[in-house]
């Protein structure tokens, strides 16, 4: 899932010059209770997590391609 939703993310970056405010703009739902988010940091960068253990976030980072946890 955070694969599709990263696909798309870069899809309209190219297609808009630009990073996507939410999720909305992609074509999906952006519930407040996830079950995944998307967080545009900057007007390059940007992050797509969701929860894993109690108290832990996937988050994925498209700088380094990988999904990390943010326990550590």
Known sequence: M???IYTKVIQYQ???GYLPDNLKDIGLEDKEEG???YHRQT???FYIYYGGVLGESIIYDPKTDKWISDRG
Do not use: F, L, N
């Open 43 to 45: 007007d390059s960068t």
């Open 35 to 37: 079950p995944i988010y």
């Open 2 to 4: 955070g694969e599709d």
């Open 14 to 16: 190219k297609a808009h």
